[in-house]
């Protein structure tokens, strides 16, 4: 055993690289041990690496952590905290390391040192080392793997999954595959050779996925940016800008001569140029800040941006929406014509703005979201020229639809909020302690009871559960219920596994390079626009069959195929029950819910959120059913029964844009859809002392 792990240990030599080192645009140096050097090991010894109290604390189990923090005094009430908090008092102490003390370090031969060589003695050290070396011996001796196996195994990990996401459970997929756990579609695997042509390219689009963390390290994970952070993300936009033209270049000849039925749509994703293109959208945003203001070069970058139509499509929307907003505020004044007067110069580019919206409202790859607020901008541009009304553009037909309202009242639990923790630090604290205590007696310093945070669930009493406490969606849920409906606080759940069901075969029909491995719960290009295109007339039998009312038949065929392997599928949730969907699909009826899959085959990554909260349905009895007659029929009923899905909002809260549209979208298809207030008709407050509710 001791000789096998030495080998780990051991130090191997490789042949001299051939190869250049490669430059990629935007990077500073690539990162340590992403290059081989002269000689590697599979593993590193922890005598030899592990040397700061982070890296050896890490190494800690829950119960060994407590032992040392309670020699070092610290608390936390988790690990978290723990290490946290034995890392800052580490910091701040310092102690006399006896042990390592030698007779040569005496008061003299200290002072004669200097400041920096003071600082490593072995006499005075910080407790870090104290605690390392206590840590390491209660761990004992440790390996892991070397960075160089590492970075190989990221590498494989992308060439073959065809993913850039490398997690700790990257390889769990194949191993539970492997033991028969976890069980996946039964499909053609078709993997092409084309992903990355060479080793320069896989290379570059590493280097290019470390660059764009660097801009988004800059302008989303470190608070505001300075204009020194964001003049950074510009000097990387100026080196990636020539490389990005030169792979559009590329891409679009191999559009037009190499890719078919769209399967370039999910290739393209893995090509530097995909990830250049977010760092170019960023670097125009950033443009157009107030710290630059260079709009000029914002809009000729976002005509470039448009010009393509091969990479981040659903992005088109919002670079048509802010060029509209430069031509018809900034143009005129950054571009002057010397024929035309100041005030003909402002209504030339207000035309140009409005010749932009319109573009964006053809464009087919512009997303549906963002037609409102085009069609908004129009509406007011035309004003603003004062066009003929007969001329003006006439969106009535294109408005949001609007939900039935109702509303549900309950009673909300209130929880008072934590006293401030009180530390043994000297009179003053004390004294801050009691002011703080007595201000609620002048009634303006502290908010009511009945108010709940900004942002918090807030918390409601079940009326059919035995007053048991819930969320505001089961409350309203079980007011449902007492109406006669059934349903799930599901979101879009159930939504994607009537989808999966329905679409099974559909998605995974043979379709060229789409499976690359045996570990895919749905084909490559589902999130991309290619997905209808390359199964056209798959897409409209299956959507043919659905509305001729054979759903109930197709997930009956499915489940009994793949229910008792529960395969993995996108979206697919195998716990709600064959009977609940199969009454769902007839409550439906065929053509609302051929619309309904209709809408999710074709923007299937656009219809991830928004989905109402709450999904019911509800089977007609003998009185429904009369009601049901021709003439009577409501849009959202079909001769067995109807679905209804229905938003739950609390006390101020709104629709966001994505709900707005899911509402449209189920309205237009003939799906009732209720937007659910839930008011509070009682409010009680939990005593947090011994969990008694006060009326107030």
């Known amino acids: 055993m001791v000789s096998a792990v030495n080998e780990l240990f051991l130090q191997r030599d490789l042949p001299e690289a051939e190869a250049e080192p490669q430059v ?52 936390g ?12 008092t580490s910091g701040k102490q310092g102690g006399l390391d006896f042990a390592t003390l030698q007779r040569t370090d005496t008061e003299d031969s200290v002072r004669s040192m200097t400041p920096g060589e003071r600082e490593d003695s072995p006499g005075k050290t910080n407790r870090d080392t104290h605690f390392v070396r206590k840590i390491m011996a209660e761990t004992g001796q440790c390996i892991r793997l070397s960075s160089a196996p590492h970075k190989l195994f990221e590498r494989v990990h992308l060439v073959f999954y065809r993913s850039t996401e490398w997690t700790e459970k990257s390889l769990t997929t194949i191993i539970l595959a492997r033991i028969a756990r976890r069980n996946f579609p039964e499909y053609i695997v078709s993997r092409s050779s084309n992903i990355f042509a060479s080793r320069s390219l896989l290379l570059e689009f590493e280097a290019s996925l470390r660059t764009q963390f660097r801009v988004d390290n800059v302008l989303e994970f470190n608070g505001t940016p300075t204009r020194d952070t964001l003049q950074t993300v510009l000097d990387i936009f100026e080196e990636v800008l020539p490389r990005w033209r030169v792979l559009l270049s590329e891409e679009q000849q191999k559009e037009d001569s190499i890719y078919f039925s769209g399967e370039g749509a999910y290739l393209r994703r893995l090509s530097p140029a995909w990830v250049y293109t977010r760092i170019v959208h960023k670097a125009s945003f950033v443009l157009g800040t ?11 970058i976002l005509s470039e941006l448009l010009s393509q139509r091969l990479f981040h499509a659903s992005r088109r929307g919002s670079w048509y929406q802010r060029k509209a907003l430069l031509e018809e505020h900034y143009m005129a004044n950054l571009f002057p014509s010397p024929t035309r007067s100041p005030e003909e110069d402002k209504k030339h580019w207000k035309r140009v703005a409005l010749e932009t919206c319109e573009q964006g409202l053809q464009d087919n790859l512009v997303h549906l979201i963002y037609h409102y607020d085009l069609q908004k901008r129009i509406t007011k541009l035309e004003r603003a020229l004062k066009i003929a009304k007969r001329f003006q553009h006439d969106f009535g037909h294109a408005l949001l639809a609007k939900p039935a309202e109702r509303t549900f009242s309950g009673i909300r639990i209130e929880r008072p909020p934590r006293p401030p923790r009180l530390r043994r630090s000297g009179s003053s604290t004390m004294s801050n ?39 505001v969606e089961a409350m309203c849920l079980s007011q449902y219920r007492s109406l006669g409906y059934s349903g799930f606080h599901a979101e879009g759940g159930i939504v994607r596994t009537l989808f999966a069901l329905l679409f099974y075969d559909v998605l995974f029909a043979y379709v060229p390079n789409v499976f690359q491995t045996a570990y895919q719960t749905c084909p490559l290009d589902l999130h991309t626009e290619g997905f209808v295109e390359a199964r056209r007339s798959e897409v409209n039998a299956r959507l043919a069959a659905i509305a001729n009312g054979d759903g109930e038949v197709i997930i009956r065929q499915v489940w009994e195929t793949q229910g008792e392997r529960r395969t993995c599928v996108v979206g697919l949730d195998w716990n709600f029950e064959l009977e609940d969907l199969c009454e769902i699909v007839k409550c439906a009826g065929g053509e609302r819910l051929s619309t309904l899959c209709k809408v999710m085959a074709e923007e299937y990554a656009e219809r991830g959120g928004g989905v109402p909260d ?15 007659k021709p003439g009577n029929v409501s849009t959202a009923k079909s001769e067995y029964g109807e679905i209804v899905f229905a938003e739950v909002k609390s006390e101020n809260d709104r629709l966001s844009d994505t709900q707005r549209l899911w509402i449209h979208v189920l309205t237009g298809a003939g799906i009732k859809v209720e937007l659910c207030h839930a008011a509070a008709k009682e409010v009680r407050v939990l005593d947090s002392m011994d969990g008694a509710l006060t009326k107030i």
């Open 24 to 75: 990629s645009p935007g990077e500073l140096v690539p990162p340590e041990g992403s290059d081989l050097e002269s000689c590697f090991s599979f593993a590193d010894n922890s005598d030899e690496h592990i040397t700061t109290l982070e890296e050896a604390s890490s190494l800690l189990l829950l119960d060994e952590l407590k032992n040392i923090a309670k020699e070092a005094k610290v608390q």
């Open 77 to 88: 009430k988790n690990k978290t905290e723990l290490l946290r908090a034995l890392r800052r």
């Open 290 to 300: 107030g710290k630059f203001k260079e709009h000029a070069r914002e809009h000729s």
């Open 433 to 471: 302690v009691a002011a703080t205590t007595a201000a609620p007696a002048s009634g303006t310093d502290s908010p009511p009871a009945t108010l709940p945070r900004r942002g918090a669930k807030t918390i409601w009493l079940d009326p059919l559960e035995s007053l048991g406490e819930c969320s």
């Open 614 to 628: 709450l999904f019911l349905w509800k089977v007609f009895g003998k009185d429904d059913k009369e009601e049901s």
